[in-house]
């Protein structure tokens, strides 16, 4: 009879994946009763890089992937408990997807943690570059690039480009095109803007997704309208060394052959301080700051147990340090009985 034996090389493989995983299971149920302290968390920022250990745990970088993960989400979660300061966050997001590539997961809500809560947009923006090197087709690391533009670093020209690759990607109706849209209206950048609600308006399966696209077209025009009459403004003011009495002016001079008409019925008007503006905007300006002033109302109401006599109230018990302008230069209209401060009608808009 020939007598089989299995080669040690397996043996010792079959060892190592038992043990590891026994590991894991020991970490976690360890971790779960026993928080780990933090100078076991900070040991992270000695781990040496994701490629270097890719190579030296060999067929495991998957299970150690898992333990990176594990104290990724450990070393996020003791700082967020503590001291908000997160310097190595970039270096064990590097770490995990150096040992697993394709963990969009990781990719993703490193990139959030290290742009957010880290303060390193450019870091963020690297990690998740790399997603895409590994996943072209996938649009979310495109479109969480194009967010970190938009909202951190404010350069709406590169979110608009990166909104728009999202686009692509995505399927018809997403939420990439419209964000795009957005941020090309920001970087001034109208006529794509246009052109890309258009394509949402054409795509639209909603009455309200359509109401959307037709409403933003319509505040596209509106800055586009106000950027070209202020630069009439500016010329005015240069050539006659006055301020514009009003807009109506710009026609009797032959400047403009007719004041555009603003999308919603409203007016387009000049400030005192020469600013071009639309009772449109106006009228949305005041809505947030009645919703703000009702929330105040609100909290003042479950902490006194009453509305209050008038919203200098709001100011005198604390609420408020002080009650925000009206974008129409009129008073608040304040209802008592009702306790809350009421939308009016204003020169063509309605509530």
């Avoid at 018809?172 to 609600?197: H, N």
Wanted: some cysteine; charged content about 25%.
């Amino acid at each position: 009879m020939v007598k089989r034996t299995v080669p040690l090389r397996i043996v010792i493989g079959l060892i190592l994946v038992i043990g590891c995983i026994a590991m894991y299971n020991i970490e976690v149920w360890h971790d779960y009763y026993f928080p780990p302290r933090k100078e076991i968390i900070d040991e992270m920022a000695y781990f040496p890089s994701g490629r270097f250990l890719r190579i030296v745990v060999c067929d495991f970088d998957i299970l150690f992937s898992n333990l990176v993960w594990l104290r990724a989400i450990q070393y996020y979660g003791h700082h967020a408990l503590t001291d908000y300061n997160y310097p190595w966050l970039y270096h064990i997001f590097d770490i995990l997807t150096q040992l697993d590539p394709l963990f969009m997961n990781g990719y993703r809500f490193g990139g959030v943690l290290i742009s957010e809560d880290g303060g390193q947009p450019v870091e963020a923006i690297k990690l998740l570059k790399r997603a895409i090197s590994y996943r072209p087709q996938s649009w979310e690391p495109l479109f969480d690039i194009g967010f970190i533009y938009y909202v951190i670093i404010k350069d709406y020209n590169k979110a608009g480009r990166y909104f728009r690759l999202a686009a692509i990607n995505e399927e018809l109706g997403g939420r990439s095109i419209r964000f795009a849209a957005q941020a090309l209206r920001k970087a001034k950048k109208y006529k794509f803007a246009k052109d890309l609600w258009h394509q949402v308006l054409l795509t639209a399966r909603t009455e309200k997704r359509k109401e959307t696209a037709l409403r933003s077209m319509r505040y596209i025009q509106i800055e586009e309208d106000i950027d070209t009459l202020q630069q009439l403004v500016r010329a005015y003011k240069g050539k006659y060394g006055r301020s514009l009495p009003n807009l109506s002016e710009l026609k009797k001079i032959d400047l403009i052959k007719e004041i555009p008409v603003e999308p919603f019925n409203g007016r387009y008007l000049i400030s005192d301080s020469d600013v071009v503006t639309s009772t449109t905007l106006l009228f949305d300006e005041l809505e947030l700051k009645v919703r703000f002033l009702n929330q105040r109302i609100n909290a003042y109401k479950i902490a006194k147990g009453r509305a209050p006599d008038d919203l200098t109230d709001l100011v005198k018990d604390g609420f408020l340090k002080a009650i925000p302008p009206n974008p129409f230069g009129d008073e608040y209209v304040y209802d008592k009985i009702k306790g809350e401060v009421l939308l009016y009608t204003v020169q063509g808009r309605h509530k």
